[in-house]
């Protein structure tokens, strides 16, 4: 049962991380997240939790509640909407975010908004400063780099989102090899 839930659960992780990759990625080279990456999230959670619930022994701590899970994406969903709505916010950028909170639960949520938000204001920094000195000779089309030196405000939060949510997914111990041998043994 312990080799089967790490192998569920390092899968789930890898999934979860690649696509907020692919999210920041995609979000750089052309201000875009496709809605594939919050639904592989949000659906890698939906196997990784209850896989953890099932066969994880009682003493392991890997995921919190259901609940904590569940009030942290709903949270992150309402606050990054309103966002949204008052044009501060992308809608891939919301439901990225809300995939995250959604995994990095009540505990990782200080971390995951510390470092989101701290990327976040580097990168509109840095906005800031392309957009005046453009500095960037023949920029690819369509990139946020094109369009800020174009004049345009925008800040590739995709990117702000998954490293906030690297740093809480190592604060929640979602990358400790030892939590997953761990769950193996039985301890």
């Known amino acids: 049962m312990g080799t089967l839930l790490v192998f569920i659960l ?24 496709s809605n ?6 949000v659906a890698a959670f939906l196997l990784a939790w209850p896989a953890y619930h099932f066969l994880a022994p009682p003493e392991a701590l890997y995921f919190g509640s259901l609940k904590t899970h569940l009030i942290s994406g709903g949270l992150m969903f309402v606050v990054t909407f309103i966002l949204f709505s008052l044009g501060w916010f992308g809608a891939g950028d919301s439901k990225l975010a809300s995939a995250y909170a959604l995994w990095v639960g009540m505990v990782g949520m200080p971390a995951f908004l510390f470092y989101t938000t701290l990327v976040g204001g580097v990168l509109g920094i840095a906005a800031l400063l392309i957009k005046k000195y453009k500095p960037f000779k023949d920029p690819a089309e369509q990139s ?20 906030g949510a690297l740093v809480a997914f190592i604060q929640n111990g979602y990358l400790s090899l030892d939590r997953l041998v761990g769950l193996v043994s039985g301890s």
């Open 10 to 33: 390092a899968f789930c992780v890898l999934v979860t991380l690649g696509s907020g990759l692919m999210s920041a990625w995609t979000d750089f080279k052309g201000l875009m997240i």
């Open 36 to 41: 594939i990456y919050p639904v592989l999230i």
């Open 144 to 163: 946020w780099i094109a369009k800020t030196q174009a004049g345009q405000s925008a800040v590739p939060y995709g990117i702000a989102i998954f490293f």
